[in-house]
């Protein structure tokens, strides 16, 4: 099993990245995309634009798979669930958005009582097929299509350059 997918992979991570934060520079986005303060707003920024572009904040159901702490865009979005394999960083998430649901679960063992319209997937694609291969990927990309429409795919590499557009979009049930 890959590092990724242990739990305390993410509580070390968010250990040092709250090692790291000061009491006017919060770092926590350290834990998962080790860049700037300045970098990570401009990939926040970019992938706020994207989602807005294509969700309906007040009447699409969204599932956000692996949603760490809470992504900034979030916050509008009217019917949001957000899952991630880390109590650490769904216990953050919670605290930060207390209006919104957080659900501590491994994407291959969500099984929802309804679908959901998208899927947002911020920077776990290209992460899971580096450390574990792209058949496992599959099997996710899999799971998720039954039970969302459309899953948007964001990665942060790419959010760095003006114009970003989503990485990718993945058809998913009818």
């Excluded at 890959?2 to 993410?10: A, E, V």
């Excluded at 968010?14 to 520079?25: R, W």
């Excluded at 926040?44 to 294509?54: D, F, G, I, P, T």
């Excluded at 958005?97 to 009582?113: G, L, Q």
Aim: glycine share 4%; with cysteine.
């Amino acid at each position: 099993m890959s590092r990724i997918n242990q739990k305390n992979f993410w509580f070390n991570r968010l250990m040092v990245a709250q090692s790291i934060s000061t009491k006017d520079n919060d770092m926590v986005h350290y834990s998962v995309f080790r860049v700037s303060k300045e970098n990570w707003e401009k990939i926040q920024k970019s992938h706020n634009r994207v989602v807005k572009e294509y969700i309906d904040s007040e009447n699409d159901q969204v599932l956000d798979v692996g949603c760490a702490f809470g992504r900034t865009y979030i916050k509008n979005i009217k019917n949001y669930v957000g899952i991630d394999l880390s109590p650490d960083f769904i216990n953050i998430a919670k605290e930060k958005y207390p209006d919104k649901s957080f659900i501590n679960v491994d994407m291959e063992n969500y099984h929802p009582e309804f679908k959901f319209d998208w899927a947002i997937c911020s920077s776990i694609k290209e992460m899971i097929i580096r450390e574990n291969g792209i058949e496992d990927w599959e099997k996710k990309e899999e799971h998720l299509k039954k039970i969302c429409k459309r899953i948007l795919i964001l990665e942060y590499t790419p959010a760095y350059e003006e114009g970003y557009v989503a990485t990718e979009i993945i058809e998913g049930y009818e």
